[in-house]
């Protein structure tokens, strides 16, 4: 789920909350708010489908998070992400420790996702890139 689709669910169920709740009990006030907010979000999904620009401007990019066993603390403390949190990946993926990481991505949907060193593909470890 995307955070434009979170924050719709969140305007629908406010939206539908008002109409049972508040002044304004009709079933048709509520539906109208609904039908819009689909509306409008269908139009967003057009709209980012289409310029490459806007998708990136709302839902962002991927951010490189540790790189050959390395943290990139700068990039953590830019993105509010823990070290913990990134190692909590690594151990999701079977890694013990951030050194046997080769890359550590934090995803645009907000998961990080963990890329690990293999010996057959490690520059300092591949026999074929010393000959």
């Given at each position: ?7 719709v669910i969140l305007v ?15 079933l048709w006030g509520g ?93 300092s470890t591949d026999k074929?890139?010393?000959?």
């Open positions: 789920m995307s955070i434009l689709e979170l924050i629908i169920s406010d939206a539908v909350q008002n109409s049972m709740v508040g002044e304004n009990t009709s539906l109208v708010a609904v039908i819009t907010l689909f509306v409008a979000d269908n139009l967003l999904k057009f709209a980012t489908r289409r310029s490459q620009r806007l998708q990136k401007a709302l839902e962002g990019e991927p951010r490189l998070l540790v790189r050959d066993g390395r943290i990139l603390t700068k990039a953590l403390d830019e993105e509010g992400v823990d070290v913990d949190d990134v190692r909590a990946a690594a151990r999701g993926a079977g890694i013990a420790r951030l050194d046997d990481v080769r890359l550590a991505v934090l995803e645009t949907d907000g998961s990080i996702s963990i890329i690990p060193i293999d010996a057959h593909t490690h520059p074929r890139s010393a000959t």
